[in-house]
């Protein structure tokens, strides 16, 4: 009997000391394996970070256009682009694939106070072309989305600094709508996708540089205008958003290129559970498709967006 009870003891001890590691673990690598499902997913973020995905003014959101406000101060955007030496960096970051612009790249006008330095653009994509935008129009999200970032260069010395600040970012969103036709102006980044596929090449590659204004839809003059967040951990409550509200094209093979990539392997840790999303190479691993990246819509908590066109149903 006594035995028996020494034995339940010890048993008892392994798993607090057990339980403590694993606590331990998670809570390290929180930091780090943030993702878009499984154990680490957006539903898990605030808990992950308490202090900003929590916060009240989060992004993304679902922009009912009935109830946004014409301003008419909202003017059309100024570039400075290309730049001379500017370069293009394609990579895969295990969230999204993200090319970094290295070199002078600006934006001014629209509305903003300052001038923002833009620091890179990625995108958000779906599995079917029923979702994958972060942003919605009218509970509707498109097939994709990309993001142009920028920092407040008037104010701050680096988008490190700026990130954290309220007028620190700029992001410019641009929706997609699936075209017959292949998006000229996204094949360079296409063609290297499969070089780039898998976030554990740690692959970059040099893409064309081109300027950053040919990114933006017909009629870029009428857009949305709120203020939010990162979409992503930290959830910074730093971003003046514009969403365009014209969409650009992509094609189904284009769509096809940013579907093949990969986000994470699996790990002993964290095993990847079998999905419609996953894929078994010839070595039994198992590896996630870089798809469905997107946060859910967040509560506008009594924001009013705003818009920079009079009329609604006027193209
Ligand atoms: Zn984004």
Known sequence: MRRKQEVMEISIVAFLIFSACLTIYHGVDAQHH???RNYNGPEKWPEMYPSQCTGYYQSPVDIRT????????????????????????????????QVDTNGQFFLAYGGLQDRYRISQLHFHWGSSNDKGSEHKINDEAAPMEMHIVSWNV??????????????????????????????????????????????????????????ISAFLPRCP???????????????????????????????????????????????????IPHTPHTIVNPSGE??????????????LNGRVIERSFPYLDVV
């Open 34 to 36: 943030w993702s878009y």
């Open 286 to 299: 198992i590896l996630d498709l870089l798809v469905d990246n997107a946060r859910p819509t967040q509560p």
């Open 154 to 211: 008037d104010k701050y010395s680096s988008m490190a600094e700026a990130v954290t600040k309220p007028d620190g970012l700029a992001v410019l969103s641009i929706l997609f709508r699936v075209s017959y036709y292949d998006n000229p102006l996204l094949e360079p980044l296409v063609q290297v996708i499969p070089y780039i596929r898998d976030p554990e090449w740690n692959n970059s590659v040099e893409i064309p540089c081109v300027a």
């Open 66 to 97: 009935d109830e946004t406000r014409c301003n008419l101060q909202l003017t059309t955007f100024g570039f400075y682009d290309p730049p001379q030496g500017g370069k293009f960096i394609a990579h895969n970051n295990a969230h999204s694939i």
């Open 221 to 271: 003059e009428k857009y949305y205008r709120y203020h939010g967040s990162l979409t992503t951990p930290r959830c910074y409550e730093s971003v003046t958003w514009t969403v365009f509200k014209e969409k650009q094209t992509i094609s189904e093979r284009q769509l096809y290129y940013f579907r093949s990539a990969l986000m994470a392997h699996t790990t002993k840790e964290f095993p």
